[in-house]
């Protein structure tokens, strides 16, 4: 096989994985603080052991990388805590189309990031796909639960596009599933002192009863997705990866009407539509801008 074609099915099979956490968020009946912390603790759990087994080297040291790690690690913490956020407040479709800005704020905030001016055209791009997103909005009211939801969605999604361009920017010869397990290794430790310090008690017995699902969040969807999608990093470029990227809530959306039976309205369609052409337009932009160099 074709090296480039089998790194675009990496991309894509993380990517359909990946798909799963809207559903798996909106099934789970926990807190977002507890599901993040139970996702983390077992992502971290199955990193370490595939690195023990294969051999790949763990200790990063305790310098810029680890700082560096430290801090994207916590922002995908808080990217998570808010689009569980979401969700609870939302449906699937939703929550992960107001995710699905981040594309369009990464190519805002790469050139801020990068030192290099913005243009126009991306500025449109990007007030095109905010538009999507209150599109989704039934009234504008903070009262009301959706707008909420989508509030948490926008939210998350600026923290991811942060984490994603501080990984890509500072990615070295370390693979992606180290680079991981350090990110879910820390969250677990920083989040641990919220889940344990309260009713230790009920939370532990409410994971106990979902160990199932949460099983499925914590190995499929962020242990090997989540790797998987970091390891891209190292193949192809942010905007590439946003493109691809777009088939995330579709997957999404598909997934939450078969096991959720979540039947998305028109306006949501709609909306999504705009989203997802705005991240489609910035993105093959960029590409084209970067063919041209």
């Known amino acids: 096989m074709d090296k480039r074609i089998y790194q675009f099915l990496q991309l894509g099979l993380a990517i359909l994985i990946m ?18 912390w139970a996702r983390c603790l077992i992502g ?28 994207s690690g916590l922002l ?50 990007a007030l095109l796909a905010f538009s999507g997103v209150f599109f989704l909005v039934p009234e ?26 501080m990984l890509k920017k500072n990615i070295t010869e370390h693979s992606g599933m180290t680079l991981m397990y350090y990110q879910l290794l820390i969250l677990s430790l920083v989040m ?16 106990a009863g979902q160990w199932q699902p949460l099983l499925v969040l914590g190995l ?34 598909i997934i939450g009407f078969f096991v959720l039976s979540e039947v998305p309205e028109s306006k949501v369609l709609i909306g999504g539509a705009i989203i997802l052409a705005s991240v489609v337009i910035e993105s093959a932009r960029s590409i084209r801008q970067n063919q041209s160099r």
Request: hydrophobic fraction near 50%; charged fraction near 5%.
């Open 76 to 125: 995908l913490g808080g990217h998570w805590v808010m689009y569980f956020y979401a969700l609870q407040y939302t449906s699937v479709a939703i929550g992960m189309l107001s995710l699905f800005t981040y594309p369009v704020l990464t190519a805002l905030l790469e050139p801020w990031m990068l030192g290099y001016r913005h243009k126009w055209s991306e500025v449109l791009i």
């Open 220 to 253: 499929a969807t962020t242990a090997i997705g989540h790797t998987l999608f970091v390891m891209s990093f190292r193949y192809f470029s942010i905007t590439t990866i946003s493109v691809i990227s777009s088939l995330t809530p579709l997957c999404g959306i």
């Open 140 to 165: 504008y009211s903070l009262g009301n639960n959706i707008t909420v939801g989508i509030s948490f969605g926008v939210g998350s999604a600026l923290l991811y596009s942060l984490r994603n361009i």
């Open 192 to 207: 641990a002192p919220v889940v344990l310090i309260g009713d230790w008690g009920s939370n532990v017995v409410a994971i």
């Open 19 to 36: 798909s799963s956490s809207g559903t798996l968020g909106r099934y789970i009946a926990l807190s977002p603080e507890v599901i993040i």
């Open 44 to 71: 971290a759990g199955a990193l370490f052991l595939i690195l023990k087994i294969t051999g790949i080297p763990i200790f990063i040291g305790w310098g810029r990388l680890f700082r560096m790690v430290a801090i």
